[in-house]
């Protein structure tokens, strides 16, 4: 069940880059749908915290995981993007699950078997492959999806640190959301201006990435990770690149290279070995 949970959450992330080129074509700068989409997470979070009146203790753990982690994991990224490419950022995200195994291994004391050992590489090779396009190598921009890459598995071994320590999944995914928005939207403000984009096409979408791709996909994804542990749910989350591609090329008609289809059958075999554990 918890490998179902955490495959379905990372096939909703996969969604994320139709969302954001969608709100593009509407006008929203990459920064201002980002800004957007976390904002609408703090009515969700303050909602949640009133219903669920979780304690101080609950509300500072998630706070610093928004404001330290989530905020910058999400700029640096952005930042990579811009400076070196999509397909080189996330050629070096990519490789966040080997970090969060080998923390895993050192901080929460799971147990890294052989065959884990081999749907860790096959899935990282996997998500590679189907990531691979023109690469880029601005020295900044690598820096910063090396950072990016830190950044998330630092966020996901925290993460599971916090719900082994009786964390709820539903306040530490929409929470870290909503704190996020706090250094996203100061940069934004900083180097954009405080206007956030208002068109109801865009709200539309910023509405569903807020909602869906974050609030659901992070909530399925720590009730998942619960079960099966941080490095076991890194491998699994190998199927949001590939559900990206194969979503590109059914909404974009972006080609389907050897490399690609390559990539998505070590993402299958990785999961499927993964899951059957």
């Known amino acids: 069940m918890g490998s179902l949970l955490v495959i379905l959450a990372a096939c909703l992330w996969g969604t994320t880059g139709i969302g954001a080129k969608l709100s593009y074509g509407f006008g929203a700068t ?21 219903l669920r009146r979780t304690n101080f203790g609950s509300h500072a ?21 811009k400076y070196v490419g999509a397909s080189t950022a996330s050629l070096i995200l990519y490789t966040y699950p080997v970090l969060v ?51 998330f598995a630092l966020y996901i071994v925290a993460s ?8 709820g999944p539903d306040v530490l995914a929409i929470g870290t959301a909503a704190w996020a928005s706090l ?11 405080p206007n956030l984009p208002t068109s109801k096409e865009i ?19 720590m009730v998942g990770m619960k079960f099966v542990g941080a490095s076991k749910a890194t491998i699994l989350s190998a199927t ?13 008609s972006e080609p389907l290279t050897p490399l690609k ?10 999961v499927s070995a993964t899951a059957t554990t």
């Not at 250094?183 to 201006?193: L, N």
């Not at 949001?240 to 974009?252: H, K, M, N, V």
């Open 30 to 50: 990459p920064e201002g749908i980002l800004s957007l989409r976390l904002a609408l997470m703090i009515p969700m979070y303050i909602a949640l915290s009133v």
């Open 101 to 151: 195994a080998f923390l895993s291994r050192y901080f929460l004391g799971e147990a890294l078997t052989a065959r884990t050992y081999i749907a860790l590489a096959l899935s990282v090779v996997g998500a590679a492959l189907v990531s691979f396009g023109n690469l880029s190598y601005d020295p900044l921009g690598l820096a910063l999806a090396a950072a990016s890459s830190f950044l």
């Open 61 to 81: 753990v998630v706070a610093v995981l928004g404001v330290a982690v989530m905020g910058p994991f999400q700029l640096t990224y952005y930042y990579a993007i």
């Open 203 to 221: 709200l539309a979408i910023a509405a569903y990435l807020a909602v869906v791709v974050t609030a659901i996909a992070y909530f399925l994804y």
């Open 261 to 270: 289809i390559a990539g998505g059958a070590l993402i299958v075999t990785a």
């Open 240 to 252: 949001e690149p590939l559900t990206a591609t194969i979503l590109s090329y059914i909404i974009f």
């Open 183 to 193: 250094p996203v939207y100061t940069f934004h403000s900083i180097t954009r201006g």
């Open 160 to 167: 599971r640190t916090a719900l082994l320590r009786g964390a």
